[in-house]
């Protein structure tokens, strides 16, 4: 079945860039449907960040989106999310997950997640 | 956009059938049906149980059902068991701009 794998640097000093990759296996990002990353902080809720479609689409949470940056590389299968300027606030763990597309063309639920990246920011 | 409000916690007995609110404004769901719901057990990646307010993805559990009506949604867990002890997160998808909008979680416990 589809699996998706996160991975990063686990540490992350402040200031500095964070950057995430997630390398989907049994199934190609070229296939219809929106690929998302989302991080939920310790013992806090859900937080959307950042989608993109294969055709390298893209769309961000406006809370985030002066210092995210989500691409897609089809050559590996992969998609990836840069974060700049981290601080302690960015903690959380990362989940990159895909989104379904309705009948109406809409990535409306997130149905398959990885297993999460956990991100510390610390000097 | 400020997440969607949810009850801290909800419990109830084995067999007994609990309820979950998610509430918003109006433009927090939109014109568009596209509420989901997720269960998230401790540890683990969230898992999507409900998608488009009341459809279930294949594999879960029918004792799970959901429903909206206005600017509030609900999740409706029937015949409780000990493995739906969870925290559990509404989402509402709104169009233009895309955003995502998540409940501030539920956690249940089965008593």
């Known amino acids: 079945q589809v699996q998706l794998q996160e991975s990063g640097p686990g540490l992350v000093k402040p200031s500095e860039t964070l950057s995430l990759t997630c390398t989907v296996s049994s199934s190609s990002v070229r296939t219809h449907y929106y690929w998302a990353w989302l991080r939920q902080s310790p013992g806090m809720g859900l937080e959307w960040i950042a989608s993109?479609?294969?055709?390298?689409?893209?769309y961000y949470n406006p809370s985030l989106n002066s210092r995210v940056t989500i691409s897609i590389d089809t050559s590996k299968n992969q998609f990836s999310l840069t974060m700049t300027s981290a601080t302690a606030a960015d903690s959380a763990m990362y989940y990159c997950a895909r989104i379904r597309v309705t009948s109406s063309g809409y990535g409306d639920s997130f149905d398959i997640w990885g297993q999460g990246t956990k991100i510390t920011v610390s000097s | 956009q400020s997440a969607l409000s949810q009850p801290a916690s909800v419990s109830g007995s084995p067999g007994q059938s609990i309820t979950i609110s998610c509430a918003g404004s109006r433009s927090d769901f939109g014109n568009y049906n596209l509420v989901s719901w997720y269960q998230q057990h401790p540890g683990k990646a969230p898992q999507l149980i409900i998608f488009e307010v009341t459809e279930r993805p294949s594999g879960v559990s029918n004792r799970f059902s959901a429903s909206k009506s206005g600017n509030t949604a609900s999740l409706t867990i029937s015949g409780l068991q000990a493995e739906d002890e969870a925290d559990y997160y509404c989402c509402s998808y709104v169009h233009s701009p895309a955003y995502y909008v998540f409940g501030t979680g539920t956690k249940v416990t089965v008593l």
């Open positions: 993109v479609y294969r055709s390298g689409d893209t």
